[in-house]
């Protein structure tokens, strides 16, 4: 079967890519993009490693065909910090020591992102609940909660 | 050495750790994102069955697929060899772990590897996995402990027979051994106890979890030379087990350890890499295979089901008098349950005079069982640490207060034998006694609150450390600890606070094997203990050097005349007469002289040249670990769920080097402990095969089903080591279980003896 | 995977001829939390894969207090509830629909999809037949509406014949003192596939003491999700009381016909059939009584 070209935009740049229709998006930012920040945990929508935002909304990209991004805006981790600073949620997810191994980071990083977006003085539970469906088995998620909430602080007096 | 109340600059603050920016923008390099020219993808052919004989395999179709590559199956590799080798944390058998790399004549479960492929993309290598044609002869498994334990079992090895207490036997059987430890006289203690309890318990294959699966890059050069990426807690594990399996020395494998996704003792054997080399060799090209979570479900190591009695006798006043135990504990495929860590740990919270605790190693047709965060102690804590409640009810006691009569302290001895150091149970149950959760009443109907603890004894094994003086006076430090949890700011930190420079001066880098001297795996709670150990040691080498350089420097500077020999040796400097304080260097002898840490290192090439420090560490004083948890829940009645309302951990950590990092070793292994107790479990049709293979069904804990988890860290400085360390990874996972199920008890008036509590279960008991 | 061409239709039309051309080979994509899913395990093996996201009916969602709401088969749920007027007016709707796999899940799934994939243990099914919806169905034959209750016939399965597809689903404008309450039972606290769900909707008279029409469906505990008459008829014309609502539950527990499976047993599914008609019915009439009740 012959490739489909897509194009799309990634973390705000023009992108253009050959592709499979069997591929997710997932693959084609790992395997073909070089965008490895963007992790593989499950393949079925369960874990949440591999999110990322479309349009501006959080999915998993294991589940969206690599196809399905034409036209569209897809963010991925690789775009959060500037060329000089992290941003707020990496420092403090950092200052927090919210992360153990580090895999399912950018996956949590992309989530409370979407998260702040949408409700900057998120409650605890509310993160919670915004988070259920990123596991992590390193930290028991204690630290994590936390650093989310310490940075939505931050962000909401900038 | 150390000392409680010593004062730190560097240990015990909270630095961010150094490869903290690559982790959080995804730059950090993992197994999975590998990449190298002309780099196959590879895919493994797994038995759909869980006994069956391999009669045939015919693997001509899926090599004519185009994309494909490379095909191999057990014929591709060397005929392992019988024999027992030094591969890891513990002894391993090259011949079984080969066969479970790659099997031989038999499947022994469902997932085990029988042939591989390697392609020009993964969607190819899976296409050409459909192309392969296996004559399999189906025979009937054995799949519960209990089962294949008995006369009339399948036998999964038809030439194992039973190490009956150290002994080899001529009995074919499952059980692959029978172990037992024995103290004092526990026929004579349950007959002077006046109150006897005796359980038994069932616990379920549960799973490491960690979310990155398993990964192997390998590249067989054409001149022979092994190279092998992976995410692995152990570079020199891998390329010790991979040499043994491909039958290389070991001097033609070099592994380089990618930061890893979570381990947990689950990526300490090999699985992918040998495939992958193998794979390599033949397409002359790269090759990278990454499990799918199926995969890791079905073929990796989970830790056991098991099957357990308990029996504890007390007197009036609390004290324990007597104890046994009976351990069955699924294997696996192969042989090497951690059975015999479950007798060691399971009665060792408690000075009790007469224990007797028989283990049984018994193989089932399921994967061959790997470490899982203080392996085998968590099945067994289940078990004692319930009885231990029943029996403190029974007595009208509070659960806390029996275990401050019967705890553990220095000088009292295991059941397997040793005497305990230093150590720090009872100030974990002093502790849990006057903190505030255990002042606080809990109201509200169905809840209830349950305490337990737990004991892991820790490694201590080899480490090696390498500090390299920069001419700005910043080091760079080099080792071979995977960094799962923060370690390398971990290590940083002791090397720092040695050194007397501050933590950002100090620069670690992991390296593998062709980097660095041997180093054990990370894990066994070892890393910060023993390689942070090496650093320090390797950083007292580095100020010796300095000591000594200075000293030969000053003594040449003498410009005073001497009259005669005696008097040159009296004022001679020597390194003993070189003190360091606070970065500065002083002469004992003159307190004109003196230079500074940046100092010496600006003029290393004017003094002799570079300075190196090394050192390698074993260290003996390994101090076990301790815990001690509080947990509240709530049960709905009519449902039977179990939500945690609160949970409070209090853990002996010798000295937390950096307290953010301990906490999360504790916050982790609770929560992986409260999702073995409420949920987590393999379940299996009566075929062997896993039916609930994914993260929807094996039902880890996610932050909707958690309350923020407390930490206590207790300090009780452990002596075998300079900064007072107590391995803090593993004991965590062993106290929540019990825990829970004690706090249920407490809630419904119903014992678990079944362990997950999950809601159907609970709900069954309370239906009763 | 096994290689499939992705075509994404423009119009409802195009969609029917691909589907028709292709029949079992062919299947709609909506949010694709389903069916990436099968394609990759290899539940499923498909030569094309006919996007309908881009049909303007399919992906839009209209509602006003007298036609009640219009909602295309591929909107995502996060679409639904994020919008006020529409989770104002339905919450027993929002109940499931804020419940379907995670906060990532949402972004994608649909309500229709979830339909059509037709799953007993469906989130959705059992509270979109306790508000009486109807599916829009466009075929070679044309269209056709058929209410919910009658979608699915079997595990998987579904009257979707050759070339048809599920375009949107009709909700009438809830009447006068209604209220609908969706409960599911699972093990953690998101993420998990429904042991056991149950939709529950009542109308109450002027008095708000008497129901005057119940609708009861189960998900979870048959081979498709139930509508339960005799657990209705326990209610109406009658005044509310504990002992009907407690006769709705065991009835509605007489009609499951649950099996013993890894996510429950036959026994306690049956127990939580009891267990969550009565939840839900009183969740049902609290808001049918003006009451705030919070999603699960």
């Not at chain 2, 309890?197 to 192997?216: C, D, K, L, M, S």
């Not at chain 2, 080399?277 to 079905?298: D, N, Q, T, Y």
């Not at chain 2, 003159?590 to 570079?610: L, V």
Request: charged letters at 20%.
């Amino acid at each position: 079967m012959p490739k489909v070209h897509v194009q799309t935009r990634i973390n705000g740049e023009d992108i253009d890519f050959l592709c499979e229709s069997r591929q997710s998006l997932l693959e084609v930012l790992r395997d073909d993009l070089g965008l490895t920040g963007t992790k593989e945990g499950c393949s079925n929508g369960n874990c949440g490693a591999c999110s990322v935002l479309l349009d501006g909304v959080l999915v998993d990209s294991c589940l969206v065909l690599a196809v399905e991004t034409a036209g569209k805006e897809v963010s991925t981790i690789e775009g959060l910090a500037s060329p000089s600073k992290l941003h707020p949620l990496q420092q403090k997810f950092l200052e927090h020591a919210a992360l153990q191994c580090g895999i399912c980071t950018p996956g949590f990083i992309m989530a409370a992102q979407a998260l702040l977006a949408k409700n900057p003085t998120p409650t605890e539970h509310e993160v919670r609940y915004w988070l259920a469906g990123n596991l992590c088995r390193c930290t028991g998620y204690d630290k994590i909660v936390r650093a989310v909430l310490d940075a939505a602080t931050v962000m909401e007096k900038a | 050495m150390a000392e409680a109340t010593a004062e730190y600059k560097v240990i015990g603050t909270r630095p961010i750790r150094p490869d903290g920016a690559d982790k959080v923008t995804g730059r950090a390099v993992y197994g999975g994102d590998m990449r190298l020219t002309g780099m196959l993808h590879g895919k493994v052919l797994r038995s759909p069955h869980a006994h069956a004989r391999i009669k045939a395999i015919n693997t001509a179709k899926a090599e004519a697929l185009p994309g494909v590559k490379a095909v191999i199956t057990v014929k591709d590799f060397p005929i392992a060899e019988d024999r027992m080798a030094n591969l890891g944390e513990m002894a391993v058998n090259v011949k079984l772990l080969s066969n479970n790399v790659m099997a031989a004549d038999k499947a022994l479960y469902k997932g085990h590897p029988v042939a591989a492929v390697a392609a020009t993309s993964a969607h190819i290598a899976e296409e050409a996995l459909g192309l392969i044609e296996v004559e399999y002869e189906v025979l009937p498994p054995a799949l519960h402990v209990l089962d294949a334990m008995k006369e009339t079992a399948p036998l999964l090895h038809e030439s194992m027979t039973t190490t009956e207490l150290g002994q080899k036997t001529e009995k074919h059987s499952n059980i692959a051994s029978h172990l037992r430890f024995v103290l004092g006289d526990p026929a004579q203690g349950f007959r002077d106890a006046d109150i006897v309890i005796e359980r038994e318990f069932e616990t379920a294959t549960v799973h490491q979890g960690y979310i990155e699966p398993h990964n192997a890059t390998a590249l067989w050069n054409e001149d022979g030379h092994l190279y092998i990426w992976t995410s692995t807690q152990g570079a020199f594990v891998v390329q010790r087990q991979a040499a043994e399996i491909l039958g290389l020395p070991v001097s033609q494998v070099s592994v380089t350890p990618c930061e890893i996704g979570g381990g947990f003792g689950g990526k300490i054997s090999v699985y992918l890499e040998p495939v992958a080399a193998v794979l390599s060799r033949k397409a002359g090209r790269p090759v990278k295979i990454i499990m799918s979570r199926i995969e890791e479900f079905e073929a990796t190591g989970p830790t056991p089901a098991s099957h357990i009695k308990v029996k504890m006798g007390a007197k009036k006043d609390g004290s324990i008098v007597a104890a046994e135990a009976s351990l069955m504990y699924e294997a696996g495929a192969f042989p090497g349950s951690p059975v015999g860590a479950g007798c060691m740990c399971i009665f060792s919270p408690y000075a009790i005079p007469n224990m007797q605790v028989d283990g049984y190693d018994v193989v089932v047709n399921k994967p061959k069982t790997a470490a899982y965060r203080a392996p085998g102690a968590t099945n067994a804590a289940f078990a004692s640490e319930t009885v231990v409640d029943e029996l403190a009810e029974k007595l009208g006691l509070d659960p806390l207060e029996i275990r401050r009569i019967n705890g553990a302290k220095e000088g009292d001895r295991r059941v397997d034998g040793p005497t305990f150091p230093r150590i720090g149970y009872m100030e974990t149950v002093h502790a849990a006694l006057e903190h505030e959760h255990y002042a606080t009443p809990l109201n509200g109907p169905n809840r209830g609150r349950g305490v337990a603890s737990g004991f892991w004894f820790n490694v201590g094994f080899q480490s090696s450390v390498v500090i390299n003086v920069n001419a700005d006076g910043t080091v760079a430090l080099v080792e071979g600890s995977t960094d799962i949890g923060g370690t390398r700011a971990s290590i940083a930190m002791q090397a720092a606070e040695t050194l007397g420079i501050p933590y950002e001066d100090v620069r670690p880098t992991v390296v593998g094997t062709d980097g660095i001297g041997f180093t054990d795996v990370t894990g066994g709670s070892r890393t910060t203990f023993a390689t942070g150990y090496a650093a320090h040691e390797a950083a007292l080498d580095v100020l010796r050097q300095m000591k000594e350089r200075l000293a030969r420097r000053w003594d040449g500077e003498m410009e005073k005349e001497f009259e005669g020999q005696a008097e040159r040796e009296m004022a001679r400097i020597a390194p003993d007469d070189v003190t360091y304080t606070n970065g500065v260097f002083k002469c004992a002898k003159d307190a004109s002289k003196t230079m500074t840490f940046k100092e010496i290192a600006a003029q290393m090439a004017r003094m002799g040249g570079p300075i190196t420090g090394r050192a390698t560490s074993q260290p003996r004083g390994v101090g076990g670990a301790f815990a001690t948890h509080i947990v509240d829940v709530e049960v709905d009645p009519d449902t039977g769920k179990v939500t945690i309302l609160r949970y409070t951990a209090i853990q002996d950590v010798g000295r937390a080097i950096h307290p953010s990092y301990a906490e999360g070793q504790v916050q982790g292994g609770v929560v992986q402990g409260i999702g073995w107790a409420l949920n987590e479990e393999f379940v299996y049709n009566d075929n062997g095969n896993m039916v609930n293979s994914s993260f929807l069904d094996y039902r880890m804990p996610t932050t909707l089903d958690l309350p923020m988890i407390d930490t206590v860290l207790v300090e009780v400085p452990n002596p075998g080591h300079p900064y007072g360390v107590r391995g803090v990874g593993e004991v965590p996972i062993v106290p929540p279980v019990a825990a829970v199920a004690n706090a249920i008890y407490k809630a419904t008036g119903k014992r678990m003896t079944q362990a997950p509590m999950s809601p159907g279960y609970v709900l069954s008991k309370l239906l009763e | 995977m096994q290689a499939f061409d992705y075509v994404a239709a423009q119009t409802v039309d195009e969609a029917v001829s691909l589907l028709a051309a292709k029949g079992a080979q062919a299947r709609v994509l909506a949010g694709g939390t389903d069916l990436i899913v099968q394609l990759r395990e290899g539940r499923r093996r498909l030569e094309l894969v006919v996007d309908v996201k881009k049909i303007p009916e399919v992906s839009t969602l209209s509602y006003d207090s007298n036609n009640g709401l219009q909602l295309g088969a591929a909107v995502p749920c996060y679409k639904i509830y994020g919008d006020a007027t529409i989770a104002r007016a339905y919450p027993g709707l929002m109940d499931a629909f804020t419940l379907v796999g995670g906060t990532q899940i949402q972004g994608r799934a649909s309500v229709g999809g979830n339909l059509c994939n037709s799953s007993p243990a469906a989130d959705t099914t059992p509270t979109l037949i306790a508000h009486r919806a109807t599916c829009v169905i466009a075929g070679p034959a044309g269209r056709r509406e058929i209410p919910v209750e009658q979608f699915c016939t079997g595990p998987g399965r579904n009257v979707l014949g050759n070339g048809e597809f599920l375009v949107a689903l009709r909700f009438p404008a809830p009447p006068q003192n209604f209220g609908a309450h969706y409960l599911r039972f699972i093990p953690r606290n998101e993420m998990d596939i429904a042991v056991v769900g149950v939709g529950s909707s009542v109308v109450l008279g002027a008095d708000r003491a008497t129901v005057t029409a119940a609708r009861i469906a189960l998900g979870a505990v048959a081979p498709t999700p139930l509508l339960v008459d005799e657990a209705a008829e326990a209610l109406i014309g009658k005044p509310i009381s504990d002992q009907t609502i407690a006769q709705a539950a065991a009835a509605a527990q007489a009609a499951a016909r649950p099996i013993s499976d890894m996510r429950g047993t036959i026994e306690q599914r049956r127990h939580l059939t009891g267990v969550l008609t009565r939840r839900t019915l009183q969740g049902a009439i609290a808001r049918a009584r003006g009451e705030r009740v919070n999603h699960a």
